[in-house]
């Protein structure tokens, strides 16, 4: 499985490593290898290839370890706190979970004689959550792109603002025509979220500071469930004539999102080289305490043979699979409510109930998130057993008689506990993903991936199942049985590429490397860019070590 990340060329007369994609030179004729020593000629580069915190990075500042920890709680009282913020608000309009369909059976409840009212509400919630995943999907690399080409933050932000406008027109929606145009536009904007925090989180945190941080704004989803658990409740209590109370639900959560956007745009950092709440100083400690990741914190310059080795590279696609593999599942979080329904709650109680949802997403989360960043190297062991109580809950679910209701929803609520295990696999993609046009397409590949699962998904409730539902609970448990294997697999493939790498000869080829800018005086000078922050990939920097 090693040779498998040989993705470079090797030179017929040893070990020398050929680097897959050679960095572009300007004022040099030199070969890398014509110095007497046998090491690489000093080479001058175009600025396009290196990382934008390339130069903050060269000016040789010293780390105060204290301050470089002030650094990391500025940026967490702020960013972090905006990224949890907007993650809650997924949560309640609908892309990560499919909470806003509670509108459907409101719609019923409410008597409301529309054209919806026609077709199955099951049936019906299937399709939506098809339809918003199909969106995401088809603009998900595009949005990507779009991420790597424009300032983060700003990007976001218009994002935001037309979900927010998408998100107010449910209310006015009388037909599935309708819902399906909105679900389209949400699902559309949604692929820009995810990959957004990914690539800022790996800009401002170190690699152990990643997975708890992804873990903070992600577990923000089951924060935002508890509190649109009661504000589906208490929606269902207005009384307004020519208004439904689901139209207020999707009006409230509306103006919500447009605020969100305004203060996004205003106030969220695009990255440490140019954050308004830092210092010229302070921006070069937050870029240099990063050395440590060999990412390097972005690159505008879009470089199409990044993207090639993204392809063919293995660990892509073996998170890839995982992605899609554990989001099949996710359509629980559509047919959830239904399926506690089916056990003879009434809707009121049924929604109620959501909120312990959101309570052992934030525990899980939480308590997984901080073992994988004490114990070392212990993401794919962590993730993996964090998997055990959702097969226990498949298989009570499957055999538990039905007359037993209580238990069927506690293993219900058991089947929840596995969330840990994707959100610990997307800081570890982010984590063992170096160059930046390789890390945007990963990230999509593994996004897409993601959307593929939760499109397929739907499609195992079926009429003719219920009401026990036992094929759609073996689907699930057999991803969930598969995908504690891909974690364990992947792990051993990157533990085997580490191995590897640790007999090779130290590889000096990007040792001297220098990109022209112009200093105070307005002189060009030559400035030393040290190879963190030459926008290598993990293939072509040889003293890249993957977390395992």
Not at 66 to 89: H, K, P, W
Not at 391 to 398: D, E, P, S
């Amino acid at each position: 499985m090693a040779r498998l990340f040989n993705l470079g060329r090797r030179h017929k007369q040893g070990l020398f490593y050929e680097p897959l994609v050679p960095l572009r030179r300007v004022g040099s004729s030199e070969s890398l290898n014509d110095r007497d020593d046998g090491k690489p000629s000093p080479v001058s580069i175009v600025s396009t290839e290196v990382d934008t915190a390339a130069q903050l990075a060269g000016e040789g500042v010293d780390i105060n370890p204290e301050e470089a920890d002030r650094e990391v709680r500025q940026f967490s009282g702020l960013g972090l706190s905006f990224s949890c913020a907007l993650t809650a608000n997924e949560y309640f309009y609908a892309p990560y979970h499919e909470e806003k369909l509670r509108i459907l059976p409101q719609m019923n409840t409410t008597g409301m004689g529309t054209e919806l009212l026609s077709y199955d509400i099951r049936l019906i919630c299937s399709r939506l959550g098809t339809i918003f995943y199909l969106s995401y999907l088809l603009f998900e690399y595009p949005q990507n792109l779009a991420l790597q080409r424009f300032p983060v933050g700003k990007w976001m932000s218009l994002n935001i603002f037309v979900w927010g406008i998408a998100l107010s027109a449910h209310a006015a929606c009388k037909n599935f025509a309708g819902l399906f145009i909105v679900r389209s536009v949400l699902g559309m904007c949604e692929g820009s979220i995810t990959a957004g925090f990914m690539i800022v989180s790996s800009m401002f945190y170190t690699r152990n500071e990643q997975t708890l941080r992804v873990g903070y704004w992600f577990l923000m989803n089951g924060t935002a469930q508890i509190i649109s658990g009661f504000i589906s409740f208490g929606t269902l209590h207005i009384k307004t004539e020519g208004f439904e109370p689901w139209q207020w639900l999707m009006a409230i959560t509306g103006v919500l999102t447009l605020i969100t956007a305004i203060t996004f745009w205003l106030y969220f950092p695009d990255s440490p080289t140019n954050a308004w709440f830092l210092t010229k100083y302070e921006r070069t400690v937050a870029i240099r305490r990063l050395k440590e990741n060999q990412t390097g914190v972005e690159n505008k310059h879009f470089k199409i043979d990044q993207v090639h080795e993204a392809l063919r590279d293995p660990k892509t696609w073996l998170f890839a699979l995982f992605s899609a593999l554990n989001n099949v599942p996710n359509s629980l979080t559509n047919q959830g409510q239904m399926i506690v329904a089916s056990f003879g709650f009434t809707y009121l109680q049924t929604t109620l109930l959501g909120c312990i949802d959101g309570v052992i997403e934030i525990a899980t989360i939480w308590t997984g998130v901080h073992l994988a960043a004490h114990y070392q190297n212990a993401r794919a062991y962590v993730g993996a057993v964090y998997f055990i109580p959702n097969l226990i809950g498949v298989l009570l679910l499957n055999v538990l008689p039905w007359s037993n209701r209580l238990g069927l929803l506690c293993a219900q609520w058991l089947t929840g506990v596995g969330t840990t295990g994707f959100v610990l696999s997307l800081s570890w993609l982010s984590n063992v993903t170096a160059g930046h046009t390789k890390r945007v397409t990963v990230n999509a590949i593994m996004l897409i991936a993601y959307c593929i699962g939760n499109a397929a998904g739907p499609f195992m409730w079926q009429e003719r199942f219920k009401p026990r539902n036992h094929i759609p609970w073996t689907i699930i448990g057999l991803c969930y049985t598969l995908c504690p294997i891909l974690l364990l697999m992947i792990r051993r493939v990157l533990s085997a590429e580490n191995k590897r790498r640790d007999t090779e000869p130290p590889d000096e080829t990007y040792d001297e490397v220098f990109v022209e800018v112009t200093d105070t005086q307005g002189n060009c000078v030559r400035q030393k860019v040290e190879k963190e922050f030459l926008d290598l990939t993990d293939v072509q920097n040889r003293d890249f070590r993957y977390v395992l």
